[in-house]
């Protein structure tokens, strides 16, 4: 009953199953077959809209988040309404397919029948909500998964380091007088970077090429401050890394960093030992 197909599929197996055991019980019990026959497919076809329409009902109840005594109570009363209902029905066509003019049900059979039909329409029950309330909590346990994972995702976007702020823009000052061209290089690169941050809040993936500008300009950002002490080697598998500007379908997820990172801008591990070299390796 994870689909609709599957609903339908067990709608049509149960009652057909207590439909054939009804017209066996009542075959043996000498019944005209052919009135038995007409009689149980008349059964078969109400019942499956009667508990189609239960089944609307019990949706329409979920969807209001019941607490769990009274959507018990709704499904009590609902199999009892169900069952009540089946069973009019089945003595309302017995007395019109065999033109009695009296009743021929006793008070006991008409009790007898009412309880075969609740407990058809209590098994059917059941199963139905058992399987649609693991669904139920299968999807909100997918859906919370995605959400936490969006918050995770979006909290990290927004993360920049300010340590990585400060020091950048520190190391900016001082460049623009020692040596302003490349002063003016160091604010494209920082701007591109905040840049890509801001113009980028809702898109989590974007492609290898995209992803490898806005490392370049992280590293060259990190190497005006450190100097020749940081070396950086690109090495980019060629079979994966897409035309620059070609939007491709396997894009890297935002926030992506080189190893020399491992967590966010701004936080690259640092030891003592110089010169070192850092290797980028994008895959």
Do not use: C
Request: proline share 3%; no cysteine; net charge positive.
């Amino acid at each position: 009953m994870r689909t609709k197909s599957g609903y339908w599929i067990y709608q049509t197996a149960w009652w057909g199953f207590y439909s054939a055991i009804g017209l066996a019980i009542n075959a043996l019990n000498g019944g005209t077959l052919r009135l038995l026959i007409i009689s149980h497919i008349l059964f078969f076809a109400y019942s499956i809209g009667l508990t189609h329409l239960f089944r609307q009902l019990i949706e329409w109840k979920r969807a209001r988040r019941p607490t769990f005594v009274r959507m018990r109570l709704f499904l009590g009363g609902g199999v009892l309404a169900t069952s009540f209902l089946q069973t009019v029905l089945v003595i309302s066509i017995d007395r019109a397919l065999s033109g009695a003019q009296t009743s021929s049900w006793t008070r006991g059979a008409a009790v007898a029948l009412w309880y075969g039909m609740y407990i058809g329409t209590l098994v059917w029950t059941v199963i139905y909500t058992r399987v649609t309330e693991r669904r139920i909590q299968e999807e909100r346990e997918t859906h919370m998964q995605r959400a936490v994972h969006t918050a995770e995702l979006r909290a990290l976007e927004a993360q920049i380091n300010p340590h990585f702020l400060f020091n950048s823009l520190n190391s900016i000052r001082g460049l623009v007088v020692e040596d302003p061209q490349k002063a003016q290089d160091m604010i494209t690169r920082f701007a591109a970077l905040l840049r890509y941050n801001l113009n980028h809040d809702r898109q989590h993936t974007v492609p290898l090429a995209q992803e490898a500008e806005v490392v370049e300009d992280y590293l060259a950002l990190e190497s005006m401050r450190f100097e020749g002490r940081l070396r950086v080697r690109f090495t980019v598998d060629p079979r994966r890394r897409p035309r620059r500007g070609a939007d491709s379908g396997s894009g890297k997820q935002r926030g992506a960093h080189p190893s020399p990172s491992h967590t966010r801008w701004g936080q690259a591990n640092r030891t003592q030992q110089y010169p070192r070299a850092l290797t980028s390796s994008l895959r």
